[in-house]
């Protein structure tokens, strides 16, 4: 059974550096064809893609936020870690994780954590 | 980049079918997928590769792509289907990975 979880600071000042940590469970990412992405929703908004990372350490990030995302696995510690720099209150949402295929789809997602932006 | 287009909402009686489009350019070359998302959860993958039904999912569930529409629908509408629904594909011109903008299923 695939769980994931992710965690990290609920609130973060205006020019911080958010890392959020992703654990997961029931798959590995030494195994072929096994993915993990970020996904964020801001409050009443759609969902929104940010990145993910494959198996074979293939990431492909946001157009538009490839310049401040940076997304890493730690295999043995079953874990993908998002960093995004200079944060703004735009950035405040709920952030998951989730279990990607390797057509770039999701299939099992974390429960989500909100990140609060604000001085 | 690439757009999908979604109606914002969708209202339906309890036993009748839902029909909650998706629109894009050309979206018959790319697979589609659609997610529920009810209040305060995470989404759920209800269709995948189109038209096929991840397991668990009832079989009143089903999806369709043809032409520049894809389109989820649910024969009998429950009252637990009152969810947001989301289409998603993988856009390959511009390497990344595409959400509509939801659509609000209300049951009657």
């Known amino acids: 059974q695939i769980t994931l979880k992710e965690s990290g600071p609920t609130l973060v000042k205006p020019t911080q550096t958010l890392t959020l940590t992703c654990a997961f469970s029931?798959?590995?990412?030494?195994?072929?064809?096994?993915?993990v992405g970020w996904i964020r929703q801001p409050p009443g908004k759609a969902l929104e893609w940010l990145a993910v990372?494959?198996?074979?350490?293939?990431?492909r990030y946001r157009p538009s936020l490839e310049s401040r995302l940076t997304v890493t696995k730690d295999t043995s510690k079953h874990q993908v870690i998002l960093t995004i720099t200079d944060m703004d209150p735009v950035d405040t949402a709920t952030y998951y994780c989730?279990?990607?295929?390797?057509?770039?789809?999701?299939?099992?997602w974390g429960q989500g954590t909100l990140v609060t932006v604000s001085s | 980049s690439y757009v999908l287009t979604q109606p914002p909402a969708v209202s339906v009686a309890p036993g009748q079918p839902a029909r909650i489009t998706c629109g894009g350019k050309?979206?018959?070359?790319?697979?589609v997928y659609w997610y529920q998302q009810k209040p305060g959860q995470a989404p759920i993958l209800v269709i995948h590769?189109?038209?096929n039904r991840p397991s668990g999912i009832p079989e009143r569930f089903s999806g369709s792509n043809s032409g520049t529409t894809a389109t989820l629908t649910i024969s009998r509408v429950e009252a637990g289907d009152e969810a947001d629904y989301y289409c998603?594909?993988?856009?390959?011109?511009?390497?990344?990975?595409?959400f509509g903008g939801g659509t609000k299923l209300t049951v009657l």
């Open positions: 998603q594909v993988w856009d390959t011109d511009s390497e990344q990975v595409v």
């Open positions: 989730a279990h990607a295929q390797t057509t770039f789809n999701f299939d099992r």
């Open positions: 050309n979206i018959a070359s790319k697979s």
């Open positions: 990372i494959y198996w074979d350490d293939d990431k």
């Open positions: 029931g798959f590995s990412l030494s195994t072929r064809e096994e993915g």
């Open positions: 590769y189109d038209v």
